[in-house]
């Protein structure tokens, strides 16, 4: 869900966009553009932030949030981004209603909307997608934000200057850069973060189900850093050196409770999807693969892992699949790098 209806695109943007990824603890950038090769990156990078300005994605020290979007803008020349939401913050449900007439369904949804959501149709922002239909009803994708947190983003946005042409669920910005266009299989995709981790259920190229768990990978390098008395850094270091490929390592012992853990979040999700065969009018079927991304999904050892624990194929995405296939352009980011990116590349894939 982009908001796009209550956030229009201007025309001339289409040319090239900039996917501005902002999390509890980092802000991506990246930038395509078209050429006659296809689609390019003309810029990307990252600001990791202070903890505490963020959380859960809601903006807690505006100021200082504000700091770190100028620096931006002005190291990148930003001056229109598609900017994303946390999922803790936006409410995402699926909704069954009769057929009518295409400019009746808001209100209808409106109408309906306290009795899926905490807040009001007055205290939110409201947009849906038409998942299926038949010939009595429709089948609806519904997300809804609060106004005050909107209106806080588009706030700041307005002080540092740069003009949010989008505001997108973070999880469907990333299906959009990692799922090929097309593609009817059904994935369970893992967004391993830096302080959370995202879990979809990904279906008909459609995000069917969505949550969030507190597991991330700074956890797992402050636990590095206390318990063999190392800085951030160096422990930041041992971690991707050795991950948990080998019980060799004295890094082995250390965070594999961490990565136990999130296996068990993934099962126990996995388990729910399996046993709900049916849920929100739309039919569950069998998972065929898990997909990994995030900046701590290159944890070495971490497919072989969960591949091992599931029982299934669990692969790195390619968060390439929608912009090139290596033929004729190759992108700057290499792969270890450029699946924490995978959100602010679906961003910009949308205008474009």
Known sequence: MNFASIFPIPKYLTLSAVGLDISDRSIRILGLKNTRNGLEVFTYGQ??????????????????LKNYLIKIKKQYGIEFARVSLSEEQVYLFNLEIPKMEPSEIRTSVELQLEDHILISA???YMDYNIISQ????????????????????FGIFDEVGIVPTCLELESQALVRA???????????VVDYG???????FVQDGVIVYTTTVPLGGIDQTN??????????????????????????????DIILPSVSALRDEIYKHFIYWNTHKE???????????????????????????LSASMQMPVELANVWSNVTDFSKYIPPINREESVAYATAIGLALGHL
């Not at 009595?136 to 609060?146: C, E, G, N, S």
């Not at 160096?234 to 050795?242: D, I």
């Not at 009018?281 to 050892?301: A, F, Y």
């Open 122 to 124: 007055a205290e939110s």
């Open 279 to 305: 849920e929100g009018g739309i039919e569950h079927h069998s998972v065929s693969k898990i997909i990994l991304c995030g900046g701590t999904s290159n944890l070495p050892g971490l497919t072989d892992y």
């Open 134 to 153: 038949n010939a009595k009803t429709y089948l609806l994708q519904v997300a809804a934000i609060p106004i005050k947190i909107v209106d806080q983003y």
């Open 194 to 200: 830096s302080s959370r981790t995202g879990m979809s």
């Open 223 to 252: 636990k590095i850093k206390d318990a063999l008395k190392i800085t951030y850094e160096e422990a930041e270091k041992m971690k991707r050196q050795f991950g948990i490929l080998s019980n060799t390592s004295n890094v082995y």
């Open 178 to 188: 990692i799922i090929p266009k097309k593609d009817k299989i059904t994935y369970m």
């Open 47 to 64: 600001e990791l932030i202070e903890e505490g300005i963020l959380s859960q994605g809601k903006i807690i020290q505006p100021e200082l």
